[in-house]
């Protein structure tokens, strides 16, 4: 994979390649701008044009809206906190690029090369992607060392009908990200992680999701309606009928013996989206990292059951007993908790804890 080496600040305009470089400096956003306007007549084949080539440049929190810097030469330079704001950045060399936190509504990223670029936190919102590179990339520094983890990366990241559509994504890291009405069509998502996110309405029509994860994943209907999941890694499938009835027996066993007789209600990892479960006695019951997209748990008992890191997106809750309940980590995006029952269990210092 291609590497980028680490070199002292220099700048170079060369006639024949027609190319202003600097490396490794901080620049303002004046100087940004002036180097846009020899970039821009470079892409119009004009007289005194130079293509911008910054390499692992501080662009950090500077204000770009609107601005052209499409077939710019940008590997690895830091563009944490800046306002992309309908910048047309098509074709771009963006390997290895930080873009944090970045505000990239409306901007033209389509057929870039993104591989091994962070987009955590950022914002995506009408983003074109289409035709984008964001497989892993390496970002070497002296002696060969790799900088930093070449997964392309969107965790927490906001995507809002952002179009990736034939997008490479193999590998690529979605962590605690929501993405709603995004064009994921024949994108390649094999070996990607969806862990703890939300997928609203999302085309996967087409897209290749080999051992993508999805164990930890709030999918609505919609999504996954258009999405080819069998190859996917998904949560387990719940349990049904007399499987279901002999779990809850079990476990009213367990709980009235003291926890000498019967055995404990274990839903870890389980999918239980959209799943009944109301009106149930499940006190200490094990929901760690289960997914419960509109999962029915009104009135339920759950009095000091463990839902570590579970996904409640939508889930209905209402007049559930959480006393004692752990609900550390736990993902509770459009789930109300204020019709529950909270707090300390009965002379215990156990409390509900989120």
């Known amino acids: 994979m291609s590497a980028l080496k680490a070199a002292p600040s220099r700048r170079k305009i060369g006639i024949t390649t027609q190319a202003a470089e600097i490396s490794g400096r901080r620049l303002s956003a004046a100087a940004v701008a002036r180097l846009a ?50 910048a047309n950045l098509a074709r771009a060399n963006l390997f290895g690029a930080f873009l944090n936190r970045t505000d990239l509504t409306n901007a033209n990223l389509e057929r870039a090369d993104l591989r091994g670029a962070k987009f955590e936190a950022a914002i995506l919102t009408n983003t074109n992607l289409k035709g984008a590179d964001m497989r892993r990339g390496e970002v070497q520094g002296e002696e060969g060392r790799i900088l930093f983890d070449p997964s392309c990366s969107f965790k927490d990241a906001a995507l809002l009908k952002a179009d990736m559509d034939t997008c490479k994504l193999t590998g690529a890291d979605f962590q605690g990200a929501r993405l709603d009405r995004v064009n994921l069509t024949g994108a390649d998502l094999r070996d990607s992680s969806f862990d703890g996110a939300n997928l609203s309405s999302v085309e996967m029509q087409g897209a290749n999701l080999l051992d993508a994860n999805l164990t930890r994943t709030a999918i609505d209907e919609a999504t996954e ?77 759950l009095v000091g059951a463990d839902m570590k890191d579970a996904i409640l997106v939508d889930a209905l809750l209402d007049g559930a007993d959480l006393r004692g309940t752990d609900l550390r980590g736990a993902i509770t995006s459009g789930t109300l908790l204020q019709g529950t029952k909270q707090g300390a269990l009965d002379d215990e210092r156990i409390v509900t804890r989120l």
């Open 37 to 86: 306007q020899y970039h821009e007549r470079y892409l119009r084949g004009m007289k005194g044009g130079r293509r911008i080539v910054l390499k692992a440049c501080d662009l950090g929190g500077l204000d770009l809206a609107g601005i052209n810097l499409s077939d710019a030469d940008l590997p690895a330079c830091d563009f944490t906190d800046t306002i992309f704001r309908d």
């Open 225 to 301: 309606g258009s999405a080819n999941l069998l190859r996917s890694r998904r949560a387990g499938r719940p349990p049904k009928g007399d499987v279901l009835a002999e779990i809850l027996l079990q476990h009213k066993l367990w709980i009235e013996s003291d926890k000498v007789e019967g055995e404990r209600a274990d839903f870890s990892e389980t999918d239980l989206t959209r799943f009944n479960l109301a009106g149930h006695f499940l006190p200490g019951a094990n929901f760690t990292r289960a997914v419960m997209v509109e999962t029915d748990l009104r009135e339920t008992f």
